[in-house]
């Protein structure tokens, strides 16, 4: 869309977000409105009043609106209804499957409503019900997959249209999340010097495997690692258990979620992602890269879109606690190597994973589907 010059026009963007938790998702949402407010677009964020991205919007000062859009119900389906026929936008980025089926739903019920976009962060599969299939196909102009083995999975297992799917990575602020001093990094956060540090930036939830790497440390059997948990969640208790009964508990620091994770991530020597379950392209892994650090992660998702096996860190199997032992052991017992996954891994991150190319490419989603609209 452009003015009457020529010129880029202002959009107005809204997302939607019905999720209640805090992770990674969340975080895009966040990032991605404060980078099109700096290029001059109107954004605001809908969700509950009680969503944890309502006040971390507050806090960075992104307009935020309250909808009671927590759950599939009459009543949310008639204040979405309610605020589409009050309010005039270019475009709506829904992100969780409940606004998704409440904004496409509602849009149905409005004269002239605003084209949808459906951006997709996890890896699970996509059930190929008719009602799902309408959602995608239908009720979203386009649909945004975070990394490109989940538009493979979009387009060949479920069948989407392949030109109204496109993958669009998560963008990280390549200049601020880069190499630091280690040391200093470790005093300011009371850290051991004298310890290899096995870090997992993650929120504390089953399929993050945390306790997997319990368990490679076990295998490990070393005084001289330690493994550090950034983040929170509901599985923290069976995790804290787990160390106890395999012995590990004081060679393992519980940080619990942090506000700034640059600190945490250059007092790191690995950064370990033991996932089992759905992942798309994990923040951690390209925040990590960014910061120089060498990676241990698992096939998981499109994961391997953030981490090349071999060049900037290693891909184990999930679930197997031995191989991820083993990988861990070759980056521990080799610095040269970790140097040399780090630097690349940096590299790599200056040329794919800069927030400038995810705003960019989203914008151009957005100005396509609303000059189609």
Not at 323 to 328: E, K, M, P
Request: proline share 5%; hydrophobic share 45%; net charge positive.
């Amino acid at each position: 869309m452009t003015d009457g010059n020529g010129r880029n026009s202002r959009l107005r963007i809204v997302h939607s977000e019905s999720s209640m938790g805090w992770g990674g998702q969340e975080i895009r949402i966040l990032t991605e409105s404060q980078g099109m407010i700096e290029r001059g677009h109107d954004v605001r964020i809908l969700c509950p009043p009680d969503a944890k991205v309502h006040e971390a919007a507050r806090q960075r000062g992104i307009p935020v609106e309250a909808l009671p859009i927590r759950r599939r119900t009459f009543k949310a389906l008639g204040a979405v209804r309610a605020w589409l026929r009050s309010n005039r936008v270019d475009v709506i980025n829904t992100h969780s499957s409940t606004d998704s089926w409440l904004f496409c739903t509602a849009a149905r019920l409005v004269f002239r409503p605003a084209p949808t976009v459906r951006t997709r962060h996890i890896g699970a599969p996509v059930s190929r019900d008719l009602f799902t299939r309408w959602l995608y196909v239908h009720g979203a102009r386009m649909v945004v997959a975070c990394g490109s083995r989940m538009r493979e999975v979009l387009v060949g297992h479920n069948r989407f249209p392949a030109d109204r799917v496109v993958s669009v990575p998560t963008g990280i602020d390549t200049g601020r999340f880069s190499p630091g001093d280690r040391a200093a990094a470790r005093r300011k956060l009371d850290l051991p010097a004298d310890k290899t540090i096995l870090g997992v930036l993650a929120t504390i939830r089953s399929g993050k495997g945390h306790k997997y790497l319990l368990d490679a440390l076990r295998l490990l059997s070393r005084d001289d690692l330690l493994a550090l948990f950034v983040g929170d969640g509901p599985y923290r208790p069976q995790v804290e258990q787990h160390a106890r009964e395999l012995g590990v508990a004081d060679r393992v620091v519980m940080a619990g979620n942090q506000q700034d994770v640059l600190s945490w991530l250059r007092a790191m020597d690995v950064l370990v992602l033991p996932s089992y379950a759905v992942e798309g392209v994990p923040q951690a892994l390209m925040q990590a890269a960014s910061c120089g650090l060498p990676v241990v992660a698992t096939a998981v998702g499109s994961i391997g879109d953030a981490v090349e096996h071999g060049q900037t860190g290693l891909i184990v199997p999930p679930e197997d606690a031995r191989s991820l032992a083993d990988a861990l052991a070759s980056l521990v017992d080799d610095a040269a190597l970790r140097v040399q996954f780090g630097t690349a891994a940096r590299q790599r991150a200056l040329e794919q994973f800069g927030i400038e190319s995810m705003l960019d490419r989203m914008e151009d989603v957005f100005r396509r589907v609303a000059a189609a609209a």
